[in-house]
């Protein structure tokens, strides 16, 4: 018997949904009875899409969602894995699909900054009147990035917005340089493109379909990616042939780690690491053992 492969799918679209409900159970009645794992968001402002879906399904799936609304191919990404990358299959309603706390300002429906598709990224942040942003966590930066990247070593995307107005607008130095940004799929860009045009900022640009996107189309060909890719899924990071890559995931703190991480005294399998032992208490720690021996006695 052939082993399943399943096809990881990343697909965000940014348009208004009036009936909400109505429109989840629309999506939800594609999934019915398939074999799919993920987390599907809806909002008001559109939705994003982060599943495994079984190969034989997936076509199938491609279309319906199709029907409900359109998209073009390229707002894809996708590639095969061997088995779910994800625990669960949810459909969540939420306020906005990226958290911001701030929609009037980051509405991208009122306009974003200008694409550059994959295969062209490598020129355009070569230009040396590029500056180049990465709009990740610092704990995704410093997985990988590309080089020469500034990294505003932030821990939410609340607190990247208020870096990208206190000091990058404010920056003297950074005055008529072309702001190229990313992330990993391209939706964080999505909504800090449109900040900063809304603060009235021009000539701001922005990798289209992220990280993952270059990842795709640079596979065979010269890429400017450094380290790897962090993601949101049991794979927890990625290579530049988007392969699963060498890091895992502390199961108390969910930091990466490195091999040489996982060497150190403080790491304990399922219950600390060094970047937590000592801010953890002894019934954390406790609780996230017994979790982590449930969850090995399930497997």
């Not at 306020?95 to 701030?102: A, F, K, Q, V």
């Not at 920056?171 to 990993?184: E, L, V």
Request: hydrophobic letters at 35%.
């Amino acid at each position: 018997m052939s082993k399943s492969s399943y096809i990881v799918l990343s697909l965000y679209k940014f348009f208004e949904i009036e009936k909400i409900f109505n429109f989840k159970n629309q999506i939800a009645s594609i999934f019915k009875a398939i074999d799919v794992k993920g987390i599907i968001l809806i909002a008001p402002e559109g939705i994003n899409i982060n599943i495994s879906v079984i190969d034989a399904e997936y076509k199938n799936v491609e279309k319906k969602l199709n029907r409900i609304f359109q998209y073009k191919e390229g707002d894809l990404k996708k590639n095969i894995v061997t088995k779910h990358i994800y625990r669960k299959f949810k459909i969540k309603v939420k306020r906005e699909i990226l958290t911001t706390r701030n929609i009037t300002s980051t509405n991208p429906l009122m306009g974003v900054g200008e694409y550059v598709d994959a295969s062209d990224w490598n020129n355009f942040i070569n230009n040396p009147d590029t500056l180049l942003i990465d709009m990740r966590n610092n704990y995704e930066v410093e997985v990988g990035t590309f080089k020469k990247a500034i990294n505003p070593k932030c821990n939410n995307f609340t607190d990247l917005l208020d870096w990208l107005k206190d000091n990058l607008i404010k920056n003297k130095h950074f005055k008529n340089k072309r702001i190229a940004m990313f992330c990993t799929g391209g939706i964080r860009c999505e909504k800090a493109t449109s900040y900063l045009l809304n603060l009235g900022e021009k000539n701001i640009f922005h990798l289209k379909g992220g990280i993952l996107k270059y990842l795709e189309i640079q596979k065979s060909k010269k890429n400017l990616w450094q380290g790897e890719c962090f993601v949101f899924d049991n794979r927890v990071s990625l290579n530049s042939n988007l392969s699963q890559g060498s890091y895992s995931l502390c199961h108390a703190c969910r930091m990466p780690l490195t091999n040489n991480d996982k060497k150190r005294k403080e790491f304990i399998e399922g219950e600390s690491c060094h970047l937590c032992y000592n801010i953890k208490t002894d019934e954390q720690r406790k609780r996230y053992r017994m979790r982590h021996n449930q969850s090995r006695l399930k497997n």
